[in-house]
């Protein structure tokens, strides 16, 4: 074999965009209106009735926001929460930046949180320990370390799509006065109970319509939120701080040129062109649900015996956003890193998930951390490797990735 890998024939993920796709976003396109308009508002009110929202307007029903990403909606949902500097906010160490630095943008302090034992969701009990030491008057971590504040927010976030246990984030939250923030980016749909989905316990939840997440508009959000006074604040902040929204302004039957800047706000806001496609990928949403469950499926009956292999997490209500394996590097001859180059060398794209924040220059640097902080999450991220799992990946894809892993395994277990 050569020095070069070959294309990869298996990408790690693929948006699934059909025809349907297509021809609404030449529809906007041709329609003379490209920004937020009557596409976003009908995408949010189609995704409020998916999350069993009830009628928009009525008390604790679904106030959905359509915005360009989840790291605006995260911003803007910590903003309505009035998060500000001397504020502390609770987050995963085993999560993406975006998690942590809108805490930062706002002036306020990340307080990292491990996972919970042979989770990569953040630990209830880690949490609350964390919060009883602020209570008692002392630093946040354990060595002794870390920024002073006033512990505002905490910020779960359901990795891969398997929900946390809200239950448990929940009572601690309410009882030390937080405002949860739902990091609901992977679990689209994810569901709690029955007749509940994450993003919609807390406080807010802020879903992402990355290019890679489960359902796509190349880049987008939506915040979730039940608080109408919430739901205005980020409604007028994701446009500028202005009044009224753009939409109305010029086509309302009052249209006017007239408006107010109540506050200095953002440009968060959701073009049509990628609502449009946000509103076709919804109505595949099940059935790309049940894909990834059916391949989920399929490669944990493969792996299941292996040895060197720990399967991902179970659990019910997993959107399977991720396939996150785990390698025993005690059981393995070469390492995780290693691994992922001869699945790159036999064309087979894979993913690690996360790198974890406190290890990372700004937050290492910023808050003084070592390694070993967070010694669940960095266990967590050394043995993970993510394998593809995309809506149209088709049966013989799927095949040839469980024949090359289990091709390694069997050249480097140690039995
Ligand atoms: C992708 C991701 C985000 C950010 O989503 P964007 O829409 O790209 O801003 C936030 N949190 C987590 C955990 C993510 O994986």
Avoid at 282 to 297: F, I, K
Wanted: aromatic share 10%; glycine share 10%; hydrophobic share 40%.
């Amino acid at each position: 074999m050569g020095d070069e890998n070959p294309p990869l024939t298996i990408p790690f993920a693929l948006p699934f965009i059909g025809k349907e796709e297509e021809e609404a976003a030449l529809r906007v396109l041709r329609s003379g209106w490209l920004t937020t308009g009557k596409e976003a508002l009908a995408f949010e009110e189609e995704f409020a009735t998916f999350l069993g929202g009830g009628v928009t307007g009525e008390k604790n029903s679904l106030r959905c926001l359509a915005v360009n990403s989840a790291t605006s909606g995260l911003h803007l949902a910590l903003e309505a929460s009035e998060l500000g500097p001397g504020d502390l906010a609770l987050v995963p160490a085993y999560t993406f930046t975006s998690t942590a630095e809108v805490v930062r943008y706002l002036g306020a302090e990340t307080i990292f949180v491990d996972c919970a034992p042979g989770s990569f969701n953040m630990d209830p009990a880690a949490l609350e320990k964390t919060l009883q030491r602020l209570e008692a008057g002392l630093l946040p971590y354990p060595r002794g370390f870390g920024p002073r504040g006033r512990p505002k927010a905490v910020l779960p976030v359901h990795f891969g799509g398997l929900p946390c246990d809200m239950d448990a984030i929940m009572t601690i939250a309410r009882k030390y006065g937080l405002k949860v923030i739902e990091d609901a980016a992977h679990a689209f749909p994810s569901k709690i109970a029955p007749n509940s989905y994450a993003g919609t316990i807390g406080d807010a939840g802020v879903f992402s319509f990355y290019a890679t997440k489960t359902i796509t508009t190349g880049e987008g959000g939506m915040v979730v939120c039940r608080d109408p006074a919430m739901a205005e604040r980020i409604s007028r902040m994701r446009l500028h701080g202005i009044d009224r929204n753009v939409w109305n302004r010029y086509t309302d039957a009052k249209a006017s040129w007239y408006y107010e800047v109540q506050d200095a706000g953002y440009k968060y806001n959701m073009p049509d062109i990628l609502a449009t496609i946000g509103r076709v990928q919804l109505t595949r949403a099940v059935d790309l649900l049940r894909q990834r469950e059916e391949m989920a499926r399929r490669y944990n009956e493969a792996f299941g015996e292996e040895p060197a292999l720990i399967l991902p997490p179970s659990g019910s209500g997993n959107a399977w956003h991720l396939y996150p394996l785990s390698l025993r590097q005690d059981r393995l001859k070469i390492s995780r890193d290693v691994f992922i180059e001869k699945m790159k060398a036999e064309g087979i794209g894979v993913s690690v998930h996360f790198i974890p924040l406190h290890v990372m220059p700004y937050y290492k640097n910023r808050y003084g951390f070592i390694d070993d902080d967070f010694p669940r999450a960095l266990r967590n991220f050394k043995g993970e490797i993510s394998l593809p799992l995309w809506p149209g990946m088709g049966e013989d894809k799927i095949e040839r990735v469980i024949a090359v892993v289990k091709t390694i395994l069997r050249n480097y277990t140690i039995l």
